[in-house]
């Protein structure tokens, strides 16, 4: 066979051994989810969101979509804020400090199971994704509300 | 038990479409990425980007992972460091600096329409993604870990 084609093969052959690997980690962890929303396990956790909100200067009413956005990914969690907009729970501002959490800290349990399966280290990569993105909506928070102050 | 049956169905259908969306990405980059490297194009872009890379403790071709990750896709980004042979100091710092930063075109997008804006996140997620590897790299090298 043309050379060419035999690596291109192999490079394809090898891209989906990848995605079978991928499978059996994404497949049983999805439906761990979905089997979890089912028994509202969501709401208990809100509770534990409770204390981090407060400490972005957040309402209660923003825990529902960090938590959303932090384990199933940003566009859930996105239409949550949406609809928690339109609803009038949340501000302008509290969209804002939310959205600079959720943009670099959202999809927790599939991304670091993803990269884990490629041999990163989940641990090192949760601790710094969960700190930085405190840290920038804390910083994005503190900014609005001098902002308010000083007008 | 047999409660169960729809929320088990429903995850299954999700996996199904999250596998079909990585099938569709990564199984073209691994076979680019084989031919990248049989044809050495990988050693000179590796060599191209190497001076740069060299401040996060990265090797020149994480420049391919990196830049999928932030302007593709994330699951490019995976096909990509499954194609490659990187240590596991680097795979976690390639992927702590993707998962901050990826799909940045999509993502903002989303972002947008939530209420918030487009290139606001893009710079900020890319901003704190590459001191966050610069910080981990140094960590790393402080306690000696790779290198």
């Known amino acids: 066979m043309n050379p060419l084609l035999e690596i291109l093969a192999g490079g394809l052959l090898g891209g989906l051994k990848s995605v079978l690997r991928l499978t059996l980690i994404v497949a049983p962890l999805l439906v761990i989810m979905e089997v979890a929303g089912h028994y509202r396990a ?4 809100v509770g534990w969101a409770a204390p981090a909100v407060r400490f972005l200067r957040l309402p209660r009413e923003a ?3 960090l938590l959303v956005a932090a384990l199933f990914g940003i566009y ?5 804020m949406a609809d928690a ?4 729970y949340l501000r302008r501002r509290d969209i804002a400090v939310l959205s600079v959490f959720i943009s670099i800290c959202h999809g927790l349990p599939e991304d670091l199971l993803l990269f884990g399966a490629v041999g990163a280290n989940p641990v090192i990569m949760l601790a710094v994704r969960v700190l930085s993105a405190a840290v920038a909506a804390r910083l994005a928070a503190y900014r609005w509300d001098r902002s308010v102050h000083l007008r | 038990m047999r409660e169960l049956v729809i929320p088990v169905r429903k995850g ?3 996996a199904g479409r999250i596998i079909v969306m990585m099938a569709v990405v990564v199984v073209p980059v ?3 990425i084989a031919l990248l490297e049989a044809y050495l194009v990988l050693d000179y872009v590796a060599s191209f980007f190497q001076p740069v890379l060299k401040h996060l403790g990265l090797p020149g071709e994480t420049a391919l992972p990196l830049s999928l990750g932030f302007f593709v896709s994330f699951y490019a980004s995976l ?3 499954e194609a490659l042979f990187l240590t596991t100091r680097e795979v976690t710092l390639v992927g702590v600096m993707v998962l901050i930063a990826h799909d940045l075109f999509a993502e903002c997008a989303v972002c947008r329409l939530a209420g918030w804006s487009f290139w606001k996140p893009a710079f900020l997620r890319l901003a704190v993604a590459l ?5 981990v790299n140094l960590a790393c090298l402080m306690a000696r870990w790779g290198g």
């Open chain 2, 131 to 135: 001191s966050c590897g610069a910080l």
């Open chain 1, 63 to 65: 825990a529902m979509p």
């Open chain 1, 42 to 45: 969501l709401d208990r956790l």
């Open chain 2, 12 to 14: 299954l259908i999700r």
């Open chain 2, 30 to 32: 691994s076979g680019i």
């Open chain 2, 79 to 81: 096909g990509a460091v």
């Open chain 1, 85 to 88: 907009v339109r609803q009038g």
């Open chain 1, 76 to 80: 859930s969690g996105a239409a949550l």
